[in-house]
């Protein structure tokens, strides 16, 4: 098993300009996340689905936008790429009878 | 007050030293992370327990679940165990400790 993987591993977008971080699981999990951790800090919870066709607000999804056609795929889209979205971009999952999340390598963005 | 808080906030020790993380929670848990993260580098599942303790090679953790308390303990630690260790709250969500950066010194 690959376990998380994440696509790319690094982007530099100019302002204004729009991506998709992609990130794929082939562990059958339910539980997707999508983390930002910028320069010295914590994580942060973007965007989560608990299945395929739902998903949900976290703490800073202000400029994102997710979607969860299937179970393995979970990509991130980013619409007007703004300076303050430079960040290390991580995907996690877990199955629905655990609560241990899977970490992908991570996306390092850099929004100039 | 975050809801999960850690220390020491940095923590420097000699190689071969007994390091003690603690963790501190005011949330209700379902079980608790422990997760390191490299310089640079991705992040990795420790331990998730809910009850009394659990150990991996020079790992061990402890969980009270009366006191709300939680330890991340290295034996005979090395610089290859130089990282930010974060504690996480799990449930539907984790809420994140806010991590401790261990730098061993040969």
């Known amino acids: 098993n690959a376990g998380v993987t994440q696509t790319p591993k690094f982007r530099i977008l100019k302002i204004g300009q729009s991506m998709t971080l992609q990130c794929t699981q082939d562990?059958?999990?339910?539980?997707m996340y999508w983390y930002r951790q910028d320069p010295g800090m914590g994580l942060k919870l973007i965007y989560y689905?608990?299945?395929?066709?739902?998903?949900d607000k976290g703490e800073v999804p202000n400029g994102y936008n997710v979607s969860r056609s299937t179970t393995e795929d979970f990509p991130l889209r980013l619409e007007l790429a703004a300076p303050s979205q430079t960040s290390v971009y991580f995907c996690a999952s877990r199955s629905t009878g655990t609560y241990e999340q899977y970490f992908g390598p991570g996306t390092r963005l850099t929004v100039t | 007050k975050n809801e999960v808080e850690q220390s020491p906030q940095n923590l420097t020790a000699q190689e071969g030293e007994f390091i003690t993380i603690n963790c501190s929670y005011s949330v209700g848990i379902s079980a608790l992370h422990w997760l390191q993260q490299h310089p640079g580098g991705g992040i990795v599942s420790l331990f998730m327990?809910?009850?009394g303790k659990k150990k991996h090679g020079r790992l061990i953790a402890t969980i009270n679940i009366q006191e709300k308390h939680s330890s991340l303990h290295i034996t005979a630690s090395h610089p290859r165990d130089s990282a930010v260790y974060i504690c996480a709250v799990a449930g539907e969500k984790l809420t994140f400790g806010t991590g401790t950066r261990l730098t061993i010194i040969p």
């Open positions: 689905s608990v299945g395929a066709g739902i998903t």
């Open positions: 327990l809910s009850s």
């Open positions: 562990m059958n999990h339910n539980y």
